[in-house]
Protein backbone atom coordinates (compact mmCIF):
# COMPACT_ATOMS: atom_id res chain seq x y z
CA UNK A 1 0.00 0.00 0.00
CA UNK A 2 1.20 3.42 -0.74
CA UNK A 3 2.61 5.72 1.93
CA UNK A 4 0.22 8.59 1.33
CA UNK A 5 -2.71 6.23 1.79
CA UNK A 6 -1.44 5.10 5.60
CA UNK A 7 -1.33 9.36 6.27
CA UNK A 8 -3.61 10.93 9.00
CA UNK A 9 -5.71 12.96 7.29
CA UNK A 10 -8.41 14.37 9.86
CA UNK A 11 -9.06 13.16 13.34
CA UNK A 12 -6.84 10.26 13.59
CA UNK A 13 -8.23 8.43 10.43
CA UNK A 14 -6.36 7.59 7.57
CA UNK A 15 -6.47 8.64 3.94
CA UNK A 16 -7.83 5.22 3.37
CA UNK A 17 -10.21 5.44 5.81
CA UNK A 18 -11.35 8.70 4.53
CA UNK A 19 -11.85 7.67 0.81
CA UNK A 20 -13.60 4.03 2.02
CA UNK A 21 -16.54 6.51 3.95
CA UNK A 22 -17.03 8.37 1.51
CA UNK A 23 -17.17 5.28 -1.00
CA UNK A 24 -19.88 4.19 1.86
CA UNK A 25 -21.80 7.65 1.95
CA UNK A 26 -22.43 7.08 -1.91
CA UNK A 27 -23.29 3.68 -2.12
CA UNK A 28 -25.92 4.09 0.79
CA UNK A 29 -27.00 7.44 -0.63
CA UNK A 30 -27.60 5.81 -4.04
CA UNK A 31 -29.61 2.72 -2.24
CA UNK A 32 -32.00 5.32 -0.48
CA UNK A 33 -32.79 6.79 -3.54
CA UNK A 34 -33.67 4.49 -5.59
CA UNK A 35 -35.80 2.81 -2.68
CA UNK A 36 -37.39 6.38 -2.42
CA UNK A 37 -38.12 6.77 -6.20
CA UNK A 38 -39.96 3.76 -6.25
CA UNK A 39 -42.31 4.59 -3.38
CA UNK A 40 -43.31 7.80 -5.26
CA UNK A 41 -43.11 6.47 -8.85
CA UNK A 42 -46.23 4.45 -7.10
CA UNK A 43 -47.64 7.65 -5.63
CA UNK A 44 -47.80 8.98 -8.51
CA UNK A 45 -49.41 6.77 -10.52
CA UNK A 46 -51.72 6.44 -7.72
CA UNK A 47 -52.84 10.25 -8.93
CA UNK A 48 -53.05 9.75 -12.96
CA UNK A 49 -56.01 8.12 -14.37
CA UNK A 50 -56.30 6.64 -17.91
CA UNK A 51 -58.62 9.19 -19.81
CA UNK A 52 -59.66 9.67 -23.63
CA UNK A 53 -60.97 13.53 -25.06
CA UNK A 54 -64.09 13.06 -26.77
CA UNK A 55 -63.29 16.33 -28.52
CA UNK A 56 -59.96 15.34 -29.87
CA UNK A 57 -59.45 12.23 -29.83
CA UNK A 58 -56.58 12.34 -27.14
CA UNK A 59 -56.24 9.80 -24.99
CA UNK A 60 -53.05 9.03 -22.48
CA UNK A 61 -53.12 10.06 -18.31
CA UNK A 62 -53.96 12.96 -16.50
CA UNK A 63 -54.60 14.11 -13.21
CA UNK A 64 -57.24 12.56 -11.38
CA UNK A 65 -58.16 16.22 -10.29
CA UNK A 66 -57.79 18.22 -12.95
CA UNK A 67 -58.89 15.85 -15.56
CA UNK A 68 -58.15 18.18 -18.60
CA UNK A 69 -57.02 17.35 -21.91
CA UNK A 70 -53.81 18.59 -22.39
CA UNK A 71 -54.18 19.00 -25.81
CA UNK A 72 -57.24 20.67 -26.45
CA UNK A 73 -58.13 22.06 -23.16
CA UNK A 74 -61.56 19.93 -23.21
CA UNK A 75 -62.92 19.54 -19.31
CA UNK A 76 -65.27 17.07 -20.25
CA UNK A 77 -62.81 14.40 -20.68
CA UNK A 78 -64.49 10.29 -20.08
CA UNK A 79 -62.33 7.53 -18.39
CA UNK A 80 -61.21 5.04 -20.88
Known sequence: MPEFLKQQVF???RFID???LAGGVIVVFS???NILR???DDQIKAQLAKIRCPQCGWTGA???HTLRCPKCGNRALSPS
Do not use: Y
Request: positive net charge; hydrophobic residues 55%; aromatic residues 14%.
Open 38 to 40: RFR
Open 62 to 64: SSK
Open 11 to 13: WGL
Open 31 to 33: ILS
Open 18 to 20: VVM
